[in-house]
């Protein structure tokens, strides 16, 4: 996502995607009170798809505690990461897709005695693959 | 060397410290660390005229009361029963040692004297009570492997939680973990503390004022689009 502008447009992908997934729709969507959820585009599909939109005060982070909290987790993770191998900062992106795939396997308090992973697609996720992230590795020919 | 009335291996805490012995030095070697084999064979002399050889020469890390300790150049010595504390080789180490009634006093003078470590006085032996090092404790009492193990998860799943890792296990939730059975992480891990830390600590300002407007700190913040309650 280049620019806030492409919100809409990848917000209506995740929708789509989502919901073919699980088979479940999309009932409320609670952003933080920034610009981009309130453009006319955008406020008139979520009318025609019947989702709720429940915003929060400009400004107000703490309304938004949710989403800023799991933002403070995969940032901590991803920080421990890059630092327990001592990898360079260009490496974050890389760090933060592999801590996102981590927690989706890992237990977590919202979900019960599950993994997101399994809440999700209803199988149990096998971890025997994973490695330390940064770890040497040797290519055999 | 003092006089000691027990002469069982005790696995009390207890080292003793002591002006008549001209080295620090223990018998179990799970304590040290730096281990180096001396070059000529060396034999320690007790007070019986017996002798005892010097297995290794190392470092012991330990906690007091007064916080965390490292004693160098300890000999190993398996076949001695006590753990000895030599005043003289602190002494050397530049600090000082103030016997009284009361206990003894390990101090530095070059830091206002300030209090480094404590001993009591039991009877008339001078003893002070330490904790072994953590990660020493933990490797004694537990099997290497498991902790080995779930250190490693502990990396591999993103420095996650090791109550959390062990109740992933138990509970069955994932496949493919090993079943754990240590306790604990065998130290603090570094990684997960600089994970948290989202900023270094401010360096502590070495100027001082001394009068009232020598220095005056300012933080100017706005200007705010949002009114306060009052509509200003």
Same mark, same amino acid.
């Given at each position: 996502?280049? +620019?806030?502008?492409?919100?809409?447009?990848?917000?209506?992908?995740?929708? *789509?995607?989502?919901? *073919?997934?699980?088979?479940?729709?999309?009932?409320?969507? &609670?952003?933080?009170?920034?610009?981009?959820?309130?453009?006319?585009?955008?406020?008139?599909?979520?009318?025609?798809?019947? @989702?709720?939109?429940?915003?929060?005060?400009?400004?107000?982070?703490?309304?938004?505690?949710?989403?800023?909290?799991? *933002?403070?987790?995969?940032?901590?993770?991803?920080?421990?990461?890059? $630092?327990?191998? *001592?990898?360079?900062?260009?490496?974050?992106?890389?760090?933060?897709?592999?801590?996102?795939?981590?927690?989706? &396997?890992?237990?977590?308090?919202?979900?019960?005695?599950?993994?997101?992973?399994?809440?999700?697609?209803?199988?149990?996720?096998?971890? +025997?693959?994973?490695?330390?992230?940064?770890?040497?590795?040797?290519?055999?020919? | 060397?003092?006089?000691?009335?027990?002469?069982?291996?005790? $696995?009390?805490?207890?080292?003793?410290?002591?002006?008549?012995?001209?080295?620090?030095?223990?018998?179990?070697?799970?304590?040290?660390?730096?281990?180096?084999?001396?070059?000529?064979?060396?034999?320690?002399?007790?007070?019986?005229?017996?002798?005892?050889?010097?297995?290794?020469?190392?470092?012991?890390?330990?906690?007091?009361?007064?916080?965390?300790?490292?004693?160098?150049?300890?000999?190993?010595?398996?076949?001695?029963?006590?753990?000895?504390? +030599?005043?003289?080789?602190?002494?050397?180490?530049?600090?000082?040692?103030?016997?009284? +009634?009361?206990?003894?006093?390990?101090?530095?003078?070059?830091?206002?004297?300030?209090?480094?470590?404590?001993?009591?006085?039991?009877?008339?032996?001078?003893?002070?009570? @330490?904790?072994?090092?953590?990660?020493?404790?933990?490797?004694?009492?537990?099997? $290497?492997?498991?902790?080995?193990?779930?250190?490693?998860?502990?990396?591999?799943?993103?420095?996650?939680?090791?109550?959390?890792?062990?109740?992933? /296990?138990?509970?069955?939730? @994932?496949?493919?973990?090993?079943?754990?059975?240590?306790?604990?992480?065998?130290?603090?891990?570094?990684?997960? /503390?600089?994970?948290?830390?989202?900023?270094?600590?401010?360096?502590?300002?070495?100027?001082?004022?001394?009068?009232?407007?020598?220095?005056?700190?300012?933080? @100017?913040?706005?200007?705010?689009?949002?009114?306060?309650?009052?509509?200003?």
């Amino acid at each position: 996502m280049k +620019s806030k502008a492409d919100v809409f447009y990848n917000f209506k992908k995740f929708k *789509n995607q989502v919901e *073919n997934e699980c088979n479940r729709h999309i009932k409320v969507l &609670r952003p933080d009170g920034g610009g981009e959820y309130f453009s006319h585009e955008f406020s008139n599909y979520l009318n025609d798809c019947g @989702v709720r939109h429940q915003f929060t005060c400009r400004y107000t982070t703490q309304q938004n505690g949710v989403a800023e909290r799991k *933002n403070r987790h995969i940032v901590e993770i991803a920080r421990a990461m890059l $630092n327990e191998m *001592n990898l360079p900062l260009y490496f974050w992106v890389d760090v933060v897709y592999t801590t996102v795939y981590i927690i989706n &396997r890992c237990q977590i308090a919202s979900v019960h005695l599950k993994t997101p992973e399994e809440a999700w697609s209803g199988r149990k996720p096998n971890l +025997s693959h994973l490695k330390i992230f940064g770890c040497v590795c040797m290519c055999m020919f | 060397m003092n006089h000691m009335i027990r002469s069982d291996k005790s $696995n009390s805490n207890d080292w003793y410290i002591d002006s008549g012995c001209s080295n620090h030095m223990s018998y179990n070697k799970d304590w040290f660390s730096n281990l180096i084999v001396p070059n000529t064979s060396g034999h320690v002399q007790t007070g019986d005229d017996t002798s005892h050889s010097i297995k290794h020469i190392g470092d012991v890390k330990f906690q007091t009361t007064n916080g965390t300790n490292c004693l160098s150049e300890v000999l190993h010595v398996p076949t001695i029963t006590k753990k000895l504390i +030599s005043v003289g080789q602190i002494v050397e180490k530049g600090y000082q040692v103030r016997f009284t +009634s009361k206990g003894c006093y390990v101090e530095d003078p070059r830091k206002q004297f300030k209090i480094i470590a404590k001993g009591t006085k039991q009877d008339r032996l001078f003893t002070m009570e @330490v904790k072994m090092h953590d990660s020493q404790v933990m490797f004694a009492s537990h099997d $290497n492997k498991s902790i080995a193990q779930l250190d490693l998860w502990h990396k591999r799943l993103g420095h996650v939680n090791v109550q959390k890792l062990k109740q992933m /296990q138990y509970g069955d939730v @994932v496949h493919g973990l090993p079943n754990f059975k240590g306790g604990y992480l065998h130290q603090l891990c570094e990684a997960c /503390q600089f994970g948290k830390q989202s900023r270094l600590p401010f360096k502590s300002e070495k100027y001082v004022s001394m009068y009232p407007l020598e220095i005056v700190h300012s933080d @100017v913040w706005g200007p705010t689009k949002e009114s306060s309650i009052g509509g200003n």
